[in-house]
């Protein structure tokens, strides 16, 4: 059983920056992925960058490349997603996901076994 909590969200203006967090408790592994994802009203629930905690290798999406950071602290089983130059737009619940890494297709948030419950972030214009 591996419990997934996400924080640090919270309202802010359009270039203003949120630091999100999420920590991973429970049943502990080597290698696995954590995944964010975000859904806003009336849309679907879309990816917004994944981090192998073994090696560290991460992956975007074209929305959020060289505005958004995804990184990690092992030692805390926790990661860190740093937003930058926000934009309304990017107003959404805002979802952590673990989950093993053999076999997985980070991208799609149909493969992740544990979620956390979100954190909003909104972005005023």
């Known amino acids: 059983q591996v419990q997934v909590l996400e924080s640090g969200g919270g309202s802010v203006q359009a270039g203003g920056s949120l630091r999100l967090s999420c920590t991973a408790s429970?049943?502990?592994?080597?290698?696995?992925?954590i995944g964010w994802f975000r859904q806003a009203p009336g849309k679907e629930r879309e990816f917004v960058a994944a981090?192998?905690?073994?090696?560290?290798?991460?992956d975007y999406a074209d929305s959020v490349k060289g505005r958004f950071t995804i990184s990690r602290d092992n030692a805390k089983n926790t990661v860190y997603l740093q937003m930058n130059s926000l934009k309304p737009e990017d107003t959404a619940d805002y979802y952590c996901?673990?989950?093993?890494?053999?076999?997985?297709?980070?991208?799609?948030?149909?493969?992740?076994?544990?979620w956390g419950q979100g954190t909003q972030v909104t972005v005023s214009s």
């Open positions: 981090i192998i905690t073994t090696g560290g290798s991460t």
């Open positions: 429970g049943r502990t592994f080597s290698s696995y992925v």
């Open positions: 996901a673990a989950h093993i890494m053999y076999g997985l297709r980070w991208r799609r948030w149909e493969e992740y076994g544990y």
